[in-house]
């Protein structure tokens, strides 16, 4: 619901009454995640998705029969066998799709969290007695307790929505409205100039850090969030770093890499890479990794926190323009990679 939460409001200050399909639950492969939300108001307006198109019609319909007076229910979608052609799922896994009546009163909460950056969580009733009640629980530590409060703000710390059962018979589904995790992205390089705009594309909060201020520069990083001039090591000291952080370290810089890949490694970042020519692999000293590791080459992104790219030969490039658009289509897997984690 979060990426449609400014029509949602935008419709309920207009007066419309809305209903909603969120997926509550993933079997197997499926086009979006828990969360996933298609609205539909009382003027036949549609907004967002549940799947990109496989079972949206159908949604739709049991969304008017909700506006229309009738209960909200469970409905479960997966691959027809038998028909092809049914409402199913061609990618073969199953989904499970909330149609519910939306709260118009929690709108307003929802949109002004999501502006603010504030972490929250949405909660959802399956519970056959009391199906369709919504709530909001804040992700402060100090806000509401209980085991429900407890588990929305467990999601909340990994970004994950999911059903969780507070007490025996109740089930509930935590839609997270977690912060935009944080990508550090150190050396003012036109490798990371091509980064920013694919980390942005997958939700994150980008920060460019480089002490050369010269490269450092709003023109070169438009997209960015945030552009820093400490060194590296001193700007991961009070950087926020958790769970779901990433950190990568592209100066090609040994006096730069060493000292802040030391405090990448001893963080709970979800992911620390590095790049870097051969030459720099064989000189980065082996207490810049972690016991168990090689010195020079951390595990790739799919084995563990780190992955290091040795760098390409730049005399088989066509030039700026050439290496701009290699770097894009070479960094996108290693962010999935830090999104979907190890």
Request: proline share 7%; glycine share 10%; hydrophobic share 35%.
């Amino acid at each position: 619901m979060k990426d449609i939460i400014e029509i949602l409001e935008r419709w309920t200050r207009e007066g419309s009454a809305v209903a909603l399909g969120s997926v509550v639950e993933r079997i197997g492969a499926a086009p979006r995640d828990p969360g996933a939300t298609l609205a539909v108001s009382s003027k036949h307006e549609v907004a967002g998705g549940v799947t990109g198109g496989c079972v949206e019609p159908a949604v739709i319909r049991e969304a008017n029969e909700v506006l229309e007076g009738s209960r909200g229910r469970l409905v479960h979608y997966g691959l027809n066998d038998g028909d092809g052609f049914d409402v199913g799922l061609n990618c073969g896994g199953k989904i499970v799709v909330a149609v519910y009546r939306l709260d118009p009163e929690l709108v307003p909460p929802i949109a002004e969290a999501v502006r603010a950056d504030r972490p929250i969580a949405v909660t959802l009733r399956l519970d056959e007695e009391r199906f369709g009640e919504q709530s909001i629980i804040s992700g402060e530590t100090n806000g509401s307790s209980g085991a429900l409060a407890t588990a929305a703000r467990s999601l909340l710390e990994i970004g994950e929505s999911a059903i969780v059962e507070p007490d025996v018979g109740e089930k509930v589904f935590v839609e997270s409205y977690a912060p935009r995790p944080d990508m550090y992205l150190f050396g003012a390089s036109d490798h990371v100039a091509a980064l920013v705009p694919i980390a942005k594309q997958l939700g994150y909060r980008v920060t460019v850090c480089d002490p050369r201020t010269v490269f450092l520069t709003r023109e070169r990083f438009p997209d960015a969030d945030e552009l820093c001039d400490e060194w590296p090591d001193q700007f991961l000291e009070h950087a926020s770093i958790d769970p779901r952080t990433a950190i990568c370290m592209m100066t090609h810089d040994l006096k730069f890499d060493v000292p802040a890949l030391k405090l990448a490694l001893a963080s709970n970042a979800g992911f620390v890479g590095a790049t870097a020519g051969d030459r720099d692999r064989r000189r980065r000293p082996g207490t810049a990794a972690r016991p168990g590791r090689h010195p020079d080459r951390s595990p790739d992104a799919r084995g563990g926190r780190g992955h290091d790219r040795r760098a390409a030969d730049r005399g088989k490039r066509g030039g700026p323009g050439q290496a701009h658009r290699e770097d894009h289509v070479r960094n996108r897997p290693l962010l999935r990679a830090c999104r979907s984690g190890p």
